[in-house]
């Protein structure tokens, strides 16, 4: 398990190969398998409890990519609190009495559990950070803290018992890194599947007793073979060499080789790279697909799969393979980010995710190969696990402020070229002039390439082209880390020149639940607003179109049949719009009817009311009003049957958030419905095909149901008129209106094994196109 983010990572020195580790398996006995077996469980219920924690949050903040990343700041910096607790009390303490008091400890948590999200409903603010931190800390602190400090505490313990296999206890992390896997495996396929949250919990509170049992068991263990004297020690010192020869004349002292504080911020920077990009990647994927556990444990379960390779004795080779691979990698990647390529998905998403494991690979690597005697394990892992839970404030808490775009994730990949290992035979150090002729070279091309390709369209596949040149002259550098970095850092820069299609940005800002940017196409005659890589909406800069609703709300469009067609969309006098957008829907208000506009973020209203972007909500005026925070949460407050019409727009970039799509949801929206009302819902996604879901949402509601999704076809940029997907919903066929008679419109396809989703059980699997 990787110290940044669970258990310590299978470190096996080299007296243990020559030892024989096969050998110490068999003469250990029953003692080494109550302590793997305690390990095993310690790091499944870590890794179990990440997931389900966040999927029980998921529901409270619309589902941004940033609730998870936030979550792995949470677990990185109660690691560092364990790894610290572990280093200090296993140091000063005898076994014998930290045994007792670690016993103490371990029960504690028996008293706060079942795990249950704490701290009542997020206030409606554009950053939650600090509501969901502690959220966090009430609801799983205690329980996760003490999961923390297992590896550290009982591979001490072991190492107290006298066992023959004893004086080299590192083997037993392999059972740490099996119960990781087997977790991350776990809880996706079989656990989300199968159990509902409520049960998760329960599950997982047994799990806990069960561990609080076997850990008395290795107290015990430890207890009786351990002299009643001083703190354990750990193997003799042996002399161990910096980094390629670094730090090689530090002095030895009874409890290891001393480490200079330059090794130990090496640590911390080679963690600090691949935890940073572990969020990076997770982010791209939650915002552009869907932000469920699923997707959120791949990259993480590549993150620990290159702990587990580069702390192994055997993995040199492929350590080195991944050395040699990182350039190639990395030039690929930047190419990508240079074009700003989102498409096709199946080929982008494994590309980020096989660049971000060769340098997460050679990072950890570079770890393996400086770490220092066993004695000072448990100092190495804090300085590695700081790094990890630094990487993640960066991701997290620090670039959201900091930057109106996701610039941490091409800086953290020119800061991975900078402490990527030079090769061994790297030619002389040559005169600074060279450096900075080449660093023009390819920073001329690059932006000369741009520049080109702005002129011809910008098309990905131009940009692609256009830039190779100067990427081939960049990876001619690969053998000068500087220089390499530099070279990748230019063209990352030379994609900000890259002119989108959409035009020019007037306007950006980044919040807690994503990116947005204001762009202008003179040309065209359109304002777009784009959350992330996804439309959400665009208005005429024509005053004859200013009132037009556009893009996914045309009036050709099924939006726009629905208030044509059906009876009570132009009838009620209330409205409910969950999610805001610009405001395109409020160009269909009545005078006579009055509009509730839902939103989760501030920043979407302050841009939406501005005039100088977007005008729907100011000509609305009074008729239309704005409430934030979470939907479900907001609607809950509204009256019974009070909307004749309810509408459902919600979006995260292009991820709808799941828990707005369960029956408990849809239980909400049927009772704040009104006699005669309808619920619509705009689910357009490139990636999951929700109709199914809803219709059996129907059914189990009893509702009736219509479904509509425009060919790609429909509609063009000059007409602004885009293809969408919608459905509507009514208790009574007769409530549609007019849609029932239309072709366009039909009763959703539903297999019998769809299954029902609900709060505590949606299947993501199940709907990806």
């Known amino acids: 398990m990787p110290p940044s983010i669970g258990a310590s990572p299978a470190v096996v020195p080299l007296e243990m190969r020559a030892a024989g580790l096969s050998g110490t398996r068999r003469r250990s006995g029953q003692l080494v398998a109550v302590f793997s077996g305690t390990l095993f469980l310690s790091a499944f219920l870590m890794f179990l409890v990440e997931p389900m924690i966040a999927r029980m949050v998921l529901p409270l903040l619309g589902g941004a990519a940033s609730v998870w990343n936030t979550c792995l700041v949470f677990f990185q910096a109660l690691l560092l609190c364990g790894y610290a607790y572990a280093h200090a009390s296993t140091s000063r303490l005898g076994v014998r009495r930290h045994a007792i008091i670690h016993v103490c400890v371990v029960l504690v948590p028996l008293f706060v559990l079942p795990v249950r999200l704490a701290n009542g409903a997020p206030p409606p603010t554009q950053n939650p950070v600090g509501w969901l931190l502690l959220a966090l800390l009430m609801s799983v602190g205690l329980p996760f803290f003490v999961l923390s400090t297992s590896a550290a505490v009982l591979q001490k313990w072991y190492a107290a018992t006298g066992d023959e296999g004893s004086r080299d206890p590192y083997f037993l992390y392999a059972a740490s890194n099996l119960g990781s896997f087997v977790a991350l495996i776990a809880y996706p396929l079989v656990v989300e599947r199968m159990l509902p949250l409520r049960q998760q919990a329960q599950v997982w509170t047994a799990g806990y007793a069960v561990l609080a049992g076997m850990t008395i068991v290795c107290a015990a263990a430890a207890w009786r073979s ?31 080789e001393a480490i200079s504080w330059g090794r130990r911020a090496r640590w911390i920077v080679l963690a600090f790279v691949p935890s940073s ?51 190639m990698a990395t030039i690929a990647l930047t190419l990508v980010l240079v074009a700003q390529m989102n498409q096709p998905l199946a080929l982008v998403i494994p590309l980020h995710l096989t660049v971000f494991a060769i340098i997460a690979l050679v990072c950890h690597g570079e ?20 790094g990890g839970m630094l990487g993640g404030l960066f991701n997290a808490l620090v670039a959201p402020v900091v930057f109106t775009g996701i610039a941490e994730y091409p800086l953290v990949l020119v800061l991975a070229c900078l402490v990527r290992p030079a090769a061994a035979a790297a030619p002389a150090r040559e005169s600074w002039r060279r450096d900075v002729l080449v660093a023009i070279v390819v920073g001329g091309a690059a932006v000369a390439s741009v ?46 020149l890259v ?8 306007y950006a800002t980044r919040t807690f639940f994503g990116v947005y940017r204001v762009r202008v196409d003179e040309q065209l005659h359109y304002r777009f ?135 408990e949801a849809m239980a ?21 095909s929700l109709s199914p879901v809803l219709g059996r949402l129907a059914q189990a509601e009893g509702l009736t149901a219509l479904w509509q999704r425009e060919p790609a076809s429909a509609g063009s ?4 008129k885009f293809p969408s997907e919608w459905m509507v919903l009514a208790r009574d066929a007769r409530d549609l209106g007019r849609l029932t008679s239309d072709p366009r419109w039909t009763a959703p396809r539903v297999q019998p094994a769809t299954p029902l989703w609900t709060d505590d059980f949606s299947n993501i699997l199940s709907v990806l196109r």
């Open 451 to 496: 520049l080109v390709n702005n002129r011809f369209g910008s098309a990905s596949r131009f940009l692609v082209l256009g830039a190779a040149v100067p990427a081939l002259i960049a990876f001619s550098q690969q053998r000068r880390p500087v220089r390499f970095a530099v070279c990748v850092a230019l063209l990352l820069l030379s994609g900000e």
């Open 529 to 663: 607003m784009f959350h992330g890589s996804t439309l959400h909406g665009m208005q005429s800069l024509l005053p004859e179109r200013r009132a037009a609703s556009l893009s996914y709300f045309h009036v050709a469009g099924p939006i726009g049949q629905v208030f044509a067609n059906v009876p009570n969309a132009r009838a009620t006098g209330e409205v409910a719009v969950v999610g805001l957008g610009v405001g395109s829907l409020a160009s269909y208000a009545g005078p006579a009817q009055r509009w509730v506009f839902y939103e989760i973020d501030p920043a979407v209203e302050r841009i939406a009311r501005d005039p100088a972007y977007f005008t729907y909500l100011s000509d609305c005026a009074a008729r239309c009003r704005v409430t934030i925070g979470d939907a479900r949460l907001s609607l809950a407050r509204a009256r019974p049957e009070q909307f004749g019409v309810i509408i459902l727009d919600a979006f995260s970039s292009d991820a709808i958030p799941i828990h707005l799509l369960t029956r």
């Open 226 to 256: 351990a002299p009643a004297a001083s703190p354990v020690e750990g193997p003799a010192p042996r002399p161990v060499e910096g980094p390629r020869g670094r730090d090689a004349s530090v002095a030895q002292d009874g409890a290891g």
């Open 499 to 506: 002119q989108s299609p959409f035009g020019r940005a007037v």
């Open 668 to 688: 909400l929206y049927v009772s704040r419905l009104a006699p005669g009302g309808i619920i619509a819902l705009h689910i357009s996604n490139l990636h999951l």
């Open 367 to 386: 770890l393996a190969n400086d770490r220092p005697s066993a004695a000072r394990l448990t100092e190495f892992f804090f300085w590695i696990a700081l």
């Open 277 to 327: 990009l572990l969020m990076a990647v997770t982010s791209y994927m939650s915002t552009d697909v869907a932000a469920v556990p699923l997707l959120w444990i791949v990259p993480l379960s590549l993150y620990l799969l290159t702990f587990t390779v580069a702390f192994s004795p055997s993995a040199s080779a492929v350590r080195a393979l991944a050395a040699r691979l990182m350039p």
């Open 717 to 720: 940029l000059a007409d602004g």
